[in-house]
């Protein structure tokens, strides 16, 4: 895991479905959304690296989330209209 360019796409699956597994909780804080993802990645990750690197990751990973404002879901793709 400690190789964050070559997993990030597996990280980014993980802490993606643990926060859309939480859409019950309110998210809005950096600390809760941490500890969210910081749980997820012990679970995926087993021991295979050290909390500190994990707790970066999540921490890391919260701030972008709530800086872009994500609470849902992506967005759909665009409709393109062949009306003229």
Request: net charge negative; aromatic share 2%.
């Amino acid at each position: 895991m400690c190789d964050m360019i070559k997993e990030r796409i597996r990280i980014n699956k993980i802490l993606n479905e643990a926060i859309a597994s939480s859409v019950d909780r309110d998210l809005t804080k950096l600390d809760e959304l941490t500890q969210l993802c910081f749980a997820a990645l012990q679970v995926h990750y087993h021991g295979a690296c050290v909390d500190e690197c994990l707790e970066a990751t999540a921490r890391e990973c919260a701030a972008r989330r709530l800086a872009r404002g994500d609470d849902s879901e992506p967005s759909p793709p665009l409709q393109v209209s062949n009306a003229v």
